[in-house]
Nanobody, 126 residues
């Protein structure tokens, strides 16, 4: 079992930047695990934001491409989402997720992840 703890988030004006991070613990190593970010806005379903495999392959949701960047530090078991040019529609609870996903083609589905953080709120004002 993997425990995930998010940090960061908060309130920012449109056009601004924010960073959210996630620390993973509880497993000796996370090789073969992908780390990802999903978000959920009020009244909407969970949306894929970005993910990165152990080997560093990345995938982004269409709505965040070119604005968000995901990175991970395998030595520290952390994943970070740098969010730039934020828009009001980026407002949501952001969830960190981990799953035994080796190929980047499978990282888009929330069903592939078996560990979730508690979520952190990101609010973008217009």
């Amino acid at each position: 079992q993997v425990q995930l703890v998010e940090s960061g988030g908060g309130l920012v004006q449109a056009g601004g930047s924010l960073r959210v991070s996630c620390a993973a613990s509880g497993r000796a190593f996370l090789s073969s695990y992908a780390l990802g970010w999903f978000r959920q806005a009020p009244g909407k379903g969970r949306e894929f934001v970005a993910a990165i495999t152990w080997s560093g392959s990345k995938s982004y949701g269409d709505s965040v491409k070119g604005r968000f960047t995901i990175t991970r530090d395998n030595a520290k078991n952390t994943v970070t989402l740098q969010m730039n040019s934020l828009k009001p529609e980026d407002t949501a609870v952001y969830y960190c997720a981990a799953g035994p996903i080796r190929s980047v083609i499978y990282v888009l589905s929330s069903l592939e992840y078996n560990n979730w953080g508690q979520g952190t709120q990101v609010t973008v004002s217009s």
